[in-house]
Every structure is written in structure tokens, then in C-alpha cells.
């Protein structure tokens, strides 16, 4: 009898759990918790407000390059020497233009880049050697590279019409341009504005002319 009971009493001993052990956390690891957390914080709100000030970059860029100040990438030789294939530039959203100003224009759903030659209401002639007069005065091409009468089908002396401007490219052997009339004077209302400054190639930065 009593070793039965001595035996239940082992038994019941041994299948008591054993106390828990006590959780003891430092007062520098709950100080590195919360730097922790206050560093992830600072994180997502650094973040966010980059992303946000990258879009209104992105946006103002975007609304200044359409509304102000157009990028266009010269596409072919008519411009040549004063601009080459691959170059971009820069214009300005300006329709009052002057003789020797670099312009954009639209023309037949494409940007075209030509000079102006001649505006309203003045006369042009072309001799068969190329050189170019305005109301009689021989005018004076220093960014040409050599003069040519090119693709031409106007009759001389001719007169620019109101509202447009006669515009020519500095690569007068390939450009088509007024001296055309399938393309002819360019209208106000055709008319983008001014280059002002190259920016590509970087060597070659600066304002055009």
C-alpha cells in the first residue's frame, strides 16, 4: 500500500510543467526597436515625398516643353553646316520673327527647321548663281557653306505675301523649301517659334544662329 502511494506521488511530480522563464528585455534594445521603427517611418515618408516631387518635376517639364519651350531633334541635311542631323535644340514659343531667325514650323504634319529669308510684304530674287536679294540688296549668308539657286519654280522678283514669312534651309542644293511652291511662304498660324539653343551634342551647346 504504501509503495503504490509513494509511486503516484513521483508520477505527479513529473508531469507538472516547468515554470516559465522570465522575459527581460534591456533598455538599449527597446531604445534600437524604436529607432528602428522611427527610421522606417522617416523612410516611407522621405520616399513618398521624392516620388512627389519627381512627378511635378516630371509634369512641369513636360507642360514647359509643350507650352514654352519645344524640343526638336534636326532630322536630315537641309540645315547643314549650322545644324546637323542628330542635334537638338531648343526653341521659344515666339512668332515674331526676323530675317536670318531659325524657325519650326509644321508643315504637312511634320516640324520642319528652315531660315527666314525675307517677310510680309518684302520682295525676293534668286540668281542662277545662288545669290539671294532682299528688295535689291544682295544679302549677306556667312552660314552658308556654298550658294546654290536649288530646287526653285518661283518667278522673280517675288513678293512674300501678308502674314507669312519666305523661309529657305542653310543647305541649299537639298533643302525644299519657299523657293517652292508646292510649300511656299509660312503662315503665322504654321509657325512654332524660334530656336534658341543647342543642347546636343554637349561639346556643341549653345545658342544657334
Not at 14 to 31: C, I, R
Not at 162 to 182: E, N, Q
Request: glycine share 6%.
Amino acid at each position: 500500500m504504501s509503495d503504490y502511494c509513494s509511486e503516484e506521488k513521483i508520477n505527479g511530480t513529473a508531469g507538472q510543467d516547468a515554470p516559465a522563464e522570465k522575459l527581460s528585455v534591456t533598455t538599449e534594445e527597446l531604445q534600437s526597436e524604436i529607432d528602428r521603427v522611427a527610421y522606417q517611418r522617416k523612410f516611407r515618408d522621405t520616399l513618398r515625398s521624392t516620388i512627389f516631387i519627381l512627378i511635378t518635376v516630371a509634369a512641369a517639364a513636360v507642360l514647359i516643353a509643350t507650352l514654352i519651350l519645344p524640343i526638336f531633334r534636326i532630322v536630315g541635311t537641309s540645315m547643314s553646316p549650322t545644324l546637323d542631323e542628330g542635334n537638338v535644340v531648343l526653341a521659344l514659343k515666339d512668332k515674331n520673327v526676323h530675317q536670318g531667325d531659325l524657325v519650326a514650323f509644321y508643315y504637312n504634319n511634320r516640324v520642319l527647321v528652315k531660315r527666314v529669308i525675307a517677310t510680309s510684304g518684302e520682295w525676293v530674287s534668286i540668281d542662277a548663281n545662288g545669290n539671294v536679294y532682299v528688295n535689291d540688296q544682295l544679302l549677306d549668308e556667312p552660314y552658308l557653306k556654298e550658294k546654290s539657286l536649288g530646287s526653285c519654280d518661283l518667278d522673280f522678283p517675288y513678293q512674300v505675301p501678308d502674314g507669312t514669312v519666305f523661309v529657305m534651309g542653310d543647305h541649299r542644293d537639298v533643302s525644299i523649301d519657299s523657293r517652292t511652291k508646292a510649300m511656299g511662304c509660312i503662315s503665322g498660324d504654321e509657325m512654332i517659334g524660334k530656336l534658341w539653343i543647342r543642347i546636343w551634342p554637349l561639346k556643341q551647346f549653345g545658342a544657334v544662329r
